[in-house]
């Protein structure tokens, strides 16, 4: 079953806008993790957040935590065309359950 | 970083063949890799959970005879697919965590993924 689940499942903004995407999963936690795919290629890690965080910056990515609500969100500030890519998030389930993906956003940054 | 190797990056072979995939962790120690395979425009599934020195966990759905996995080393693991038929034809991507940096809390490191078209 699928434990994260993220929307919107596309988004297409222009160069310089920020972009948000939202993740909602389903069972109690470790850590939440979100990762980059271009296509045809792996997937790149870009931030993990533990369940005892709120928040998390890395260079133009602020991801947020909120475990109350089982979501979470990305936030990408002055986007550039090279961010146009999947994004997925996965969960670190507290039961030893393995890394279960969302269905991923689709984001499109036009120059 | 940690850097997982995976090769081939595309294969293309006829109906019936057997296609070996490599998935290698080069600078630490994988005890524990995955493989998941992903349809186009979709999430990555996974399919089996590959452990150094035991059998593979197989997820629900997944033949394991269809798709045999071996993690012979702390830094190999091989996933092959028998008798390949057009409808395997998919993305598959292994990953790999360093656990010797601690269980929890660690990212997976991927592969660069491999494109396996059955004709």
């Known amino acids: 079953s699928q434990q994260g689940e993220e ?3 596309a988004l297409s903004i222009q160069e310089g806008e920020n972009a948000t995407m939202n993740c909602s999963y389903k069972t109690s936690i470790n850590n939440l993790q979100w990762y980059r795919q271009n296509s045809g290629r792996g997937l ?7 369940s005892n965080e709120r928040e998390k910056h890395s260079g133009r990515l602020r991801v947020t935590l909120d475990t109350s609500k089982k979501s979470s969100s990305l936030l990408i500030t ?17 039961y030893g359950q393995n890394f279960v993906f969302g269905p991923g956003t689709r984001l499109s940054v036009l120059p | ?31 524990t890799m995955f ?21 593979a966990t197989y997820e629900q759905g997944v033949e ?6 071996n993690h012979a080393s702390l830094t190999l693991s091989t996933l092959t697919v028998t008798s390949a038929h057009p409808e395997d034809s998919s993305f598959y991507i292994c990953s790999a965590r360093d656990f010797m940096a601690g269980a929890y809390n660690q990212p997976q490191h991927f592969g660069d993924g491999t494109r396996l078209s059955i004709l």
């Open chain 1, 7 to 9: 929307d919107p499942q």
């Open chain 1, 44 to 50: 790149v890690h870009l931030i993990l957040i533990r």
């Open chain 1, 78 to 94: 002055a986007s550039r065309a090279a961010d146009t890519a999947s994004y997925f998030c996965a969960t670190d389930s507290l």
């Open chain 2, 1 to 31: 970083g940690a850097v997982v190797s995976q090769h081939p990056s595309w294969v293309i072979c006829k109906s019936g063949t057997s296609v070996k995939i490599e998935c290698r962790s080069l600078d630490f120690q994988a005890t």
């Open chain 2, 35 to 55: 493989w998941y395979r992903q349809f186009p425009k979709q999430s990555l599934m996974l399919m089996a959970t590959s452990n150094e020195g035991s059998k």
């Open chain 2, 64 to 69: 394991k005879d269809k798709f045999l996995i």
